[in-house]
Structure formats: structure tokens, C-alpha cells
């Protein structure tokens, strides 16, 4: 049961870049719209059947979780636009699993015993191949070179906002339900201030931000359920953290058949045979670390 919450953010996560790569709009609009979707979702449920934590430390823990998520994720929307989401998801997703498994083996002591270590060090290493494999290009663009180093330096800085997402939560010992909430207000309240560095003409508060509240409500979903999944007693976050990351397949095959992002037969072949690696990868970690009883 704690495998299948924990594969729960991978299918909402793997819609949510298809949703607003669909919808459209600049990052500032769909980060805008993303956490604002978030928020809204979070109060509606805290009115009706979420628990709401009493702890100002839990508040600030969750609070700078969700802040970092929100520049995480409009540096990814930022990727989306340089390189493509079929070749963005891929290369975040071995961005994310590095750094946050380490962080959870380093800080919190995960993957304990020697053998743990060794498996999970052996499941990374596939991930990591299988993401490189997806990115291989038969016929290089000429710029495509400087696009794509461009797209990693924007996905490495992303990455400081997601291992935050995964790091801070972790200091509370609060039920996933009740994180939701400030989680929710620091993501929204991030964005906003995000969104007033932008010097890129864009207008954040507009028919675009509205549209894209629906990729806030898709996200709500993945949210609630990796909070869940990231405790310490069914997932933990190393385990929790990299099954939801499967979500690089739903992403990244959606969009070549849903957005029309282009791949030859042979760069096909090696997207289905990288991506079968960071599956068995992620089963490997998923069965890994047995949760706390």
C-alpha cells in the first residue's frame, strides 16, 4: 500500500507539465496560476476534512518548503520554454534524485545498512543512465548546444528549489495532512514575489494565470499524497522522493504523443530504453528502505 502512495505523485506530477505546456502563458503566469490553484485547493480542503497544525514551527518548516518549491518549479516552466518537456523532465528528474536522496541518506540516515547503500547507489546509477539516454539527439540542431546548456544551468538552479521542497518537512514531525496548508501559502506567496523580478513584459495577473489554476489543482493532488508517502513510518523521503519521480515517463512520453515534440525512430528507441531504466530504478529504491513499523 505505502508503494502505491508513493507511485500517487508521479501520475499527478507527470500531468501537471502536459497541463500548462498545453494551457500556455510565461513562467511567471504559470507559476502564478499553478500556486495560486494551490492555495485555493489547500483552504477549501482545510475548511472541510484536512487538520490544520497549532505549530509555528511546523508553519515556518512547511512554509519554506513550499517557497522553495515555487522557485524550483517556474525555474523548470523557464526550462520548458529553452529545451522542450520531453528532454526538461528527464534531466530534472536525475537532478532532483541526486540531491535528494543524498539529503535524506546524509541528514535523516536513510538506506542504513551497507547493503541498502549499495542497491540504492546501483538504482541511482540506472536512473541516471536512463535519463542521459533520453536526451540523446541523432541529427543536432546547430544551436541546439548552447539551448541545452542553457536548459541545465536553469534545471540545476531548479533543483536547489526542489531538494528544499523534500528537505524542510522533514523538521516537523507533524501528520502530511496538516503540512498541506502552509505549504500551500509559501508556495503562493513565493511566486508572487518571483513573479515581481520578471523583466521578461509579462503580465503574471491575467486570463493566463486563471487558466492555469488548473495545473494548481492537478498539483494539490500530488502534494497531498507525496506528503504522505515522504514520512517516516511508510516511505521516508529518499524512497518517497524517487517513486514519485516516475513521473518522468508519464511526462515525457506525453509530451512526444500529446504536445508533438519531435524524435526520430532511433531517439525514440532510446527515450523507451531509458526510461524502462529509470523504472527499474525507482523499483529497486521503492523497495529499498522498509518503512518504520
Not at 158 to 170: A, K, L
Amino acid at each position: 500500500m505505502n508503494i502505491l502512495i508513493g507511485l500517487l505523485p508521479a501520475l499527478f506530477w507527470g500531468l501537471l507539465p502536459l497541463c500548462v505546456s498545453k494551457i500556455g502563458g510565461r513562467p511567471s503566469q504559470q507559476i502564478m496560476g499553478t500556486t495560486i490553484g494551490v492555495l485555493l485547493t489547500a483552504i477549501a480542503a482545510s475548511i472541510f476534512f484536512l487538520p490544520v497544525s497549532d505549530s509555528a514551527w511546523a508553519w515556518l518548516m512547511c512554509f519554506l518548503s513550499g517557497a522553495f518549491w515555487a522557485f524550483g518549479q517556474m525555474n523548470q516552466y523557464r526550462a520548458f520554454t529553452q529545451i522542450g518537456v520531453s528532454k526538461t523532465m528527464p534531466l530534472s528528474t536525475g537532478m532532483q534524485l541526486a540531491g535528494t536522496s543524498l539529503m535524506g541518506v546524509l541528514v535523516f540516515g536513510e538506506w542504513g545498512s551497507a547493503q541498502q547503500k549499495i542497491i540504492g547507489a546501483v538504482a541511482l546509477a540506472l536512473i541516471i543512465v536512463g535519463i542521459w539516454m533520453t536526451t540523446k539527439q541523432e541529427n543536432p540542431q546547430p544551436d541546439a548546444g548552447g539551448n541545452m546548456k542553457a536548459g541545465i544551468i536553469t534545471l540545476l538552479v531548479s533543483t536547489v528549489g526542489y531538494v528544499g521542497y523534500s528537505f524542510f518537512p522533514n523538521f516537523t514531525d507533524i501528520p502530511g495532512q496538516e503540512k498541506f496548508l502552509p505549504q500551500a501559502l509559501g508556495m503562493a506567496v513565493s511566486a508572487v514575489l518571483l513573479s515581481r523580478f520578471e523583466k521578461d513584459g509579462s503580465r503574471p495577473w491575467d486570463k493566463k494565470v486563471l487558466q492555469n489554476l488548473i495545473g494548481g489543482v492537478i498539483f494539490s493532488g500530488a502534494a497531498l499524497t507525496y506528503l504522505i508517502s515522504i514520512e517516516p513510518a511508510r516511505n521516508g523521503v529518499a524512497t518517497g522522493f524517487t517513486l514519485s519521480q516516475m513521473n518522468v515517463v508519464i511526462a515525457t512520453l506525453g509530451s512526444i504523443f500529446l504536445l508533438g515534440e519531435k524524435k526520430t525512430p532511433k531517439e525514440m528507441r532510446f527515450v523507451l530504453i531509458g526510461l524502462a531504466l529509470v523504472v527499474i530504478g525507482g523499483i529497486m529504491i521503492g523497495t529499498n528502505t522498509p518503512p518504520t513499523p
